[in-house]
């Protein structure tokens, strides 16, 4: 589970071959106790939550970085490692 991005205590992470659960490209996020799993291309959570707080920071981030996230999922998805993404500021 490579980490692509942290910011604020909220790492994000990609699983290597993960479309088979969720069916939709997506993001783990984790920050303190909580996990969550959200999909790029609307920033839904798909499983778990986080704080209202880190959620918001988390979809604020996903949209700023989609392609770049799309881009990451293929390689991931592939089995390759994943690029780092700027975190947000």
Known sequence: ????????????????RDDVQHKVPHIHARYQ?????LAL??????????????LRMVQVWIDLHKDELLADWDLAV?????YKIAPLQ
Do not use: C, H, N, W
Not at 1 to 15: D, E, K, N, R
Not at 33 to 37: M, N, T, V
């Open 1 to 16: 589970m490579p980490t692509i991005s942290m910011f604020y205590g909220i790492l994000i992470a990609l699983f290597f």
């Open 33 to 37: 106790g909580f996990k969550a799993s």
């Open 41 to 54: 291309d609307d920033g839904e959570v798909l499983a778990g939550e986080l704080p209202p707080r880190q």
């Open 78 to 82: 592939a089995g390759e490692e994943p």
